[in-house]
């Protein structure tokens, strides 16, 4: 099986501060996903990644940056965290057009 | 704006009865279609895709039916059962060929013993 692993699954942080959020597949997938989750509004892509040392952005970028140094790791960086970012992020991984395959999730409170 | 909608919130559904879900797309380019559900503090987990050759796609307990020109798809579960209580999500794959998936907002079932 598939595994989406990230790091946290809590976290709380002060406004302004810089923040890692990591995730990390172990299946080779090409691509892989940011989401957030908030409640009535979905699940909205921050920022993906087809191949190592690229990315695009998704429909809420702002705030937010990527890195993917290797091809199973993928990390989404708030650069200076507001409390508008608190939510629950997603991240997901996926091989060429098959549907994705999602960590838990990481709760992000930020106060 | 909202390419793919699911129009309830939220869903309440007696066990042993059928749970009908909807989801509404705008764009007619899009050819493939999945359902996930997500319980609390967890990721989603994929359920059931469609492509947009077939207009249905059983498996087990859950059918997803695709009426293309109304641009409407239905997840059925027959017969509901308590575990299924969750936020289902309806998901279309985006026709530029990024491999995106474009989610909707979610319909929370809960099926009630």
């Known amino acids: 099986d598939v595994k989406v692993t990230q790091s946290s699954r809590y976290l709380v942080k002060r406004t302004g501060e810089k923040v890692f959020l990591e995730c990390v597949q172990d299946?080779?997938?090409?691509?892989m996903f940011w989401y957030r989750q908030d409640p009535g509004l979905g699940l909205r892509l921050i920022y993906f990644?087809?191949?190592?040392?690229?990315?695009e952005k998704g429909d809420i970028p702002e705030g937010y940056s990527v890195s993917r140094e290797k091809k199973e790791r993928f990390s989404l960086i708030l650069e200076s965290a507001s409390t508008n970012q608190t939510s629950m992020y997603l991240c997901?991984?996926?091989?060429?057009?098959?549907?994705?395959?999602f960590g838990s999730g990481t709760r992000l409170t930020v106060v | 704006d909202q390419q793919v909608k699911q129009n309830s919130p939220s869903l309440s559904v007696q066990e042993g009865r059928i749970s009908i879900l909807n989801c509404d797309y705008t764009?007619?380019?899009?050819?493939?279609f999945l359902w996930y559900k997500k319980y609390p503090a967890e990721g989603p987990t994929f359920l059931i895709s469609?492509?947009?050759?077939?207009d249905k796609n059983e498996d087990g307990r859950f059918t997803v039916f695709l009426n293309k020109s109304a641009k409407h798809l239905s997840l059925h579960i027959v017969p509901s059962q308590p575990g299924d209580s969750a936020v289902y999500f309806c998901?279309?794959?985006?026709?530029?060929?990024?491999?995106?998936?474009?989610f909707g907002t979610g319909t929370r079932l809960k099926v009630l013993a």
């Open positions: 469609i492509s947009s050759i077939k």
């Open positions: 299946m080779d997938h090409e691509n």
């Open positions: 990644s087809y191949d190592v040392k690229m990315k």
């Open positions: 764009n007619s380019m899009f050819d493939y």
């Open positions: 997901a991984s996926s091989l060429g057009g098959m549907g994705n395959t």
């Open positions: 998901a279309a794959s985006d026709p530029s060929g990024t491999y995106k998936y474009i």
